[in-house]
Structures are given as C-alpha cells and as structure tokens.
C-alpha cells in the first residue's frame, strides 16, 4: 500500500477529485492548507493598500491506495492540477505497512 499526499491549488480540487472518482478512488482525506514553495506569495493591494501574501492557500489530498492503481492515480493528479504556473503544487508518495478498519478490524487494503 501507498500513501499519496497531494498539495494543489484550491482552483483544481474539483477537477482532481473527478477524475479520482472516475478511476474509483473511494477514500480521500481533504484539507485546507497554507504554505509556499518556490513562489514564495505574492503581493496584493486591498483598499489602496499594498500587502504581502507569504503563505498561499492550497489544498492537501490523502489517499491510501492498493499499489496497482496508484501510477494512474499520480497521472490523474498532475494531469488535471497542472496549469503549466509556478505552485502547481507536489506529490509525495509513503509506503504504508498496514490499514486497519476500526469498525470491524479488516487490515491491509481489505480495510481501504
């Protein structure tokens, strides 16, 4: 099993999330982050006044997935989030050694 962390813009979730769907990804962790990678934020003006933005908003994806799917579950993920722009965002791939479901204790991808 493997554990994919995807960091994309919040512009591209639903897009990504689609095309898991389609490629019958059935659990995902969702977060709403901050940070910055190379583009190191921006500045924007509100009411005349110039600020600077250091940390970006972007979208953090979880999945844990059996090893078969997960090549075309990466293919997805920088297909549909990629717009070709600096903080297009990362994917970092784990190994995991074990799921458990706690509702009735299944282990490995049984409990995905």
């Given at each position: 099993?493997?554990?994919?962390?995807?960091?994309?813009?919040?512009?591209?979730?639903?897009?990504?999330?689609?095309?898991?769907?389609?490629?019958?990804?059935?659990?995902?962790?969702?977060?709403?982050?901050?940070?910055?990678?190379?583009?190191?934020?921006?500045?924007?003006?509100?009411?005349?006044?110039e600020y600077?933005?250091?940390?970006?908003?972007?979208?953090?994806?979880?999945?844990?997935?059996?090893?078969?799917?997960?090549?075309?579950?990466?293919?997805?993920?920088?297909?549909?989030?990629?717009?070709?722009?600096?903080?297009?965002?990362?994917?970092?791939?784990?190994?995991?050694?074990?799921?458990?479901?706690?509702?009735?204790?299944?282990?490995?991808?049984?409990?995905l």
């Amino acid at each position: 099993m493997i554990k994919i962390e995807a960091i994309i813009q919040p512009g591209r979730f639903e897009q990504v999330k689609d095309a898991l769907i389609e490629l019958g990804v059935e659990g995902m962790t969702v977060s709403e982050v901050r940070g910055h990678g190379r583009q190191k934020g921006h500045t924007e003006s509100y009411r005349g006044r110039e600020y600077e933005t250091d940390l970006m908003p972007k979208v953090k994806l979880e999945l844990v997935l059996d090893d078969k799917i997960v090549d075309s579950v990466v293919d997805a993920i920088v297909t549909h989030a990629a717009t070709g722009k600096i903080g297009d965002g990362k994917i970092f791939l784990y190994k995991a050694e074990e799921a458990i479901r706690i509702r009735n204790q299944e282990r490995g991808v049984a409990a995905l």
